[in-house]
Every structure is written in C-alpha cells, then in structure tokens.
C-alpha cells in the first residue's frame, strides 16, 4: 500500500474544510480526487503534501507516518512525493535540463541519486521517458504546452517519489490536447509503476483516466469505486448528479425490476420499495410512434449524435436523449421512449 489517509480532518481558522477522509492508495494505482470548487479537493492535496496541517487523522506512506495531528509533521521535502502543480509551474529562466534536476536536490532524494553523474543520468533517463531527449538545453517557453507538461512530470518523477500529486494538471490546455496529454501521462505513470492522485473538476477527465474515483463533496467523500461503479451504480443521488446527466423518475422496485412511468425497467438491484430510478441520456431510446407517451421539444445536432429533449404528454415530465444522427425527430412528433440498459434504483426521494 502506497498511502493511507485516516480519518483526516482540516481547516482554515474556524472554518473547517475536510470532514473525517479515509482514503488508500495501492502500489502503481491512479486516484482521481473528483469533486467541484470549493469541495475541498486543493486542501487535500496541500495536506498531503505537508503544505497544509490537518487538525486530526493521520497520513501514512508505505508504512511511514507523514501527519498525526499534534504529534507528527513531516516538512514537505523529506515526504518522499512528488508534485505536478496546475500548468505544470516550471521555471521559466532555467533550461529543462535544470528543471528535472532541481528536483534531485531536496532531501528525500534517494541514496543512488545523490552524486553529480548520478543525477546527471536520472536526468537523461526522464527526457527519454517522456519522449524529449533532445529538449535538455532549451527553456520551458520554446516548448508546446503539452510538452510543458510532460517537462513537469519528469521533474515530479525524477527523485523516484512513492506518490506524484497532480493539481488540475491538464486544466490549461485546449480540450483536444488535454485529451492525449493526460493518456501519455497516464502511460508514463504506469511505466514507472508510480502511485498517483489526480485532484480534478472534470468529470471526463477522472472518470477516463484513473483505476479509482474519489467523489468529494462539501469536504466528505460521497464515494469511492472505480469510474464505472461510481457512474452507473453512485452511492447517492448527489453522486449521481455530479458525474454525469441525471434524471429521477419514481420507480416501485421489485426484485430485479423496477415499475416507472416509462414501464418496466431491469434495475441494477433485488431490493423491494418504493423510490427513484436512475436515468442516463444514453440510455434512453427514442423511437417515433403515433400514440407514443412523450412528444419531441427540441432536436440539437452535436456532430456524431444529437440531444433530444422530451416531454411526457401526461405528466410533463421532462428527458433528454442522446440519439444516432440519422435519426431525425422534429419537434412536436409523437415517440415512444425505452430503456436500453439496467438503471440504478435509490429508496425514498432523490433529493
């Protein structure tokens, strides 16, 4: 086990931030920490670098003990991780070379490390890790921003850390780019077999990316799975809503299935009650039919699908579908909406 947070609990002055976060970290596993502004995602992160001191738990890595509050609080350079800041936070006036090796000289650089050549090697293996062997003589500012990034995560891994923290690391750079960038560096992450926690907003981003999800909300973690449990099975509706489109329509379960006003629907639990059914835009099927229940509002064209939005003819009801672009619904026609997979069923009310 890389690391272990226990029961962490952290403030600014009389405001407290995180509520009691137990959190594990396996040997080479990514963790995304996912979760809006203000959730409490940066505070984590600052705590478990040591930048910030926790008020209660405890932080411990392989074994070690980083942070117990009031008796333990190991500066941030001896904790033996590394840290990937939002737009990768290089410095400007020295060339990449200096950068990575800036790196080598804090104090919980390992025994091998510590020599001229040494260094001088690590420094050569990382550029060719991260696919720029011949960047080492020229600045940061010469370099794309995507391999501004790449840079940074040389210099998080070149004191061989257990852990590299990443702070919105990809927020910087435009959608096409941020999508390769965070897949490399996912392969570089697992090509030195380096724990890491991802600190993100973008649902795509952690969902995509990480081996687990983190779901923070308001300084407490909702949930932790990995990305397709925490979509398709979410410990709550609060969960549900942040992670992905949601609609909530009242369902009576009944052992494997769930009675709605859409009909009957394969749930994703046996439980027996009455409560609310979990809907997905992709889930829904749209298929035009004279006497259908919904009537078709509004047809948006996306490029490889569109989004249909619906309303239900009886009770107003509104849903929003994703549909094949050959599939054309002008407002007003008559459908007729199916599931096509299991949905998620919670007790009681979804809010």
Not at 34 to 42: I, R, V
């Amino acid at each position: 086990m890389s690391m272990l947070i226990s029961d962490l609990v952290a403030s600014y002055g009389s405001t407290a931030v995180l509520h009691g976060i137990d959190l594990d970290l396996g040997d080479g596993e990514m963790l995304a920490v996912l979760g809006p502004s203000g959730c409490g995602k940066t505070t984590l992160l600052r705590s478990i670098a040591g930048l910030h001191r926790i008020d209660a738990g405890r932080i411990t890595s392989d074994g070690r003990d980083l942070s117990v509050a009031g008796h333990v609080q190991v500066p941030p350079e001896k904790r033996g991780i590394g840290l990937m800041p939002q737009e990768g936070g290089l410095f400007p006036h020295l060339t990449v070379r200096r950068n990575i090796e800036f790196g080598l000289r804090t104090g919980f650089v390992r025994p091998y490390l510590s020599g001229r050549s040494e260094r001088a090697r690590r420094v050569d293996e990382m550029l060719e890790l991260v696919g720029l062997p011949d960047a080492g003589a020229i600045r940061p500012g010469e370099l794309s921003g995507g391999q501004q990034q790449r840079i940074a995560l040389a210099r998080a891994l070149a004191p061989a850390p257990s852990v590299v923290l990443m702070d919105e690391p990809f927020a910087a750079l435009d959608a096409g780019l941020r999508t390769s960038i965070r897949h490399d560096v996912r392969e570089l992450l697992q090509a030195s077999k380096t724990a890491s926690i991802l600190v993100t907003h973008d649902r795509a981003e952690a969902l995509g990316t990480a081996d687990r999800v983190a779901v923070l909300l308001g300084g407490r973690c909702a949930q932790v799975d990995t990305p397709r449990e925490v979509y398709d099975r979410p410990a709550t509706p609060a969960v549900a809503r942040f992670v992905g489109d949601a609609y909530f329509v009242d369902a009576t379960a009944r052992g494997g299935y769930v009675e709605t006003i859409l009909g009957r629907i394969e749930a994703t639990t046996t439980a027996v009650g009455v409560g609310q059914a979990l809907l997905r835009p992709e889930q829904l099927v749209v298929s035009e039919l004279e006497d259908g229940a919904f009537v078709v509002e509004d047809e948006f064209f996306t490029g490889p699908e569109s989004s249909v939005t619906l309303r239900h003819s009886d009770t107003g009801l509104r849903l929003r579908a994703v549909a094949a672009t050959s599939d054309r619904f002008a407002p007003g026609t008559a459908v007729a909406v199916t599931v096509s997979s299991p949905v998620h069923w919670f007790a009681g009310s979804s809010n």
